[in-house]
């Protein structure tokens, strides 16, 4: 895009710079649970890749806590905040400005099963994708997730956001809560260990990447971020990030020994860099049973 390229020959000027006086103030949405765990890896890399360009920046949270949904809206309208991390698909990069580089490292979806104990799902023999179609999962009702998982044959209950979503697992009002395999362990532990657990040994798998969004207009920021994961990329810096808050997880959950079944996004646009082998993680041993 000739704008974009403009720019960033502008960028790289202002970059070459030894003394910068502004300060960028990059705003996020508030997480509307609080002490979101989810939050604590975004916004460590969100530094990283800012320290990697050494501008004086300043990371704060919007004043009010914001649903993912409106978060987006608001992003796009160019109000409150300036930076979301989320799930991408092809509308919102129609709406909004992605940094194609995988945060999670492709993880995002890969997806076991959050469950009540004892339920008839936790206990159920699953030994096929049509064995999992049986059982209902919850997702939240604006999550790209929701129409790829009903575009593989799942009858999907929607819920407004995690917290409902949550709940109406623990009230049994679904079967299971698809949950990314950096995010199950922690959130079992932390919201609801006495009443959920998740199946171990057991996924799905969908092609997925979670970006940095931006507004369309703020160009010079988004290559700003890029510029600085690109550099955590090839110093090493990222990857030593992800294994540190990831890796203990990875260990722990066996990754290398999952049983998934394969499901098709068709939500997934296709400038997604899956050839770049760098920006992502794959678990060498899982294997897909059908």
Do not use: C
């Not at 710079?17 to 969100?46: C, F, G, K, N």
């Not at 509308?91 to 992605?98: C, F, M, V």
């Not at 709940?167 to 199950?184: G, L």
């Amino acid at each position: 895009m000739k704008t974009f390229g403009v720019v960033f020959i502008a960028f790289s000027l202002m970059f070459a710079r030894p003394v910068y006086s502004a300060v960028w103030v990059i705003t996020y949405p508030q997480e509307a649970l609080e002490d979101d765990i989810r939050y604590d890896y975004p916004l460590a890399l969100l530094a990283l890749a800012l320290d990697k360009t050494s501008v004086r920046y300043e990371l704060k949270a919007s004043t009010k806590p914001m649903r993912q949904a409106r978060a987006l809206k608001r992003l796009e309208e160019n109000l409150e905040i300036n930076v979301v991390w989320a799930m991408t698909d092809t509308t919102r990069e129609e709406h909004l400005l992605p940094v194609r580089i995988p945060i999670a490292k492709g993880l995002i979806g890969w997806r076991m099963f959050v469950a009540p104990k004892n339920s008839r799902f936790v206990n159920a023999d699953i030994n096929s994708l049509s064995d999992l179609l049986e059982y209902e999962p919850v997702q939240g009702i604006a999550w790209p997730d929701t129409k790829i998982l009903q575009a593989n044959g799942f009858n999907v209950v929607t819920s407004r956001d995690y917290a409902e979503a949550l709940n109406m697992i623990k009230t049994r009002q679904a079967d299971f809560f698809p949950r990314s395999v950096i995010e199950v362990e922690r959130e079992t532990e932390s919201q609801a260990s006495t009443t959920l657990t998740f199946r171990p040994g057991i996924a799905v798998r969908y092609p997925s990447a979670m970006y940095f969004f931006f507004n369309k207009r703020n160009i010079t920021l988004a290559k700003l971020v890029e510029t600085g994961l690109h550099r955590a990329i090839e110093d090493g810096s990222f990857d030593a990030l992800f294994m540190e808050h990831f890796g203990g997880t990875i260990e722990r959950l066996d990754l290398n020994g999952l049983s998934y079944f394969q499901l098709a996004n068709p939500l997934l646009p296709p400038l997604t860099p899956t050839a770049d082998e760098r920006l992502w993680y794959y678990p060498v041993g899982a294997r897909n049973p059908q």
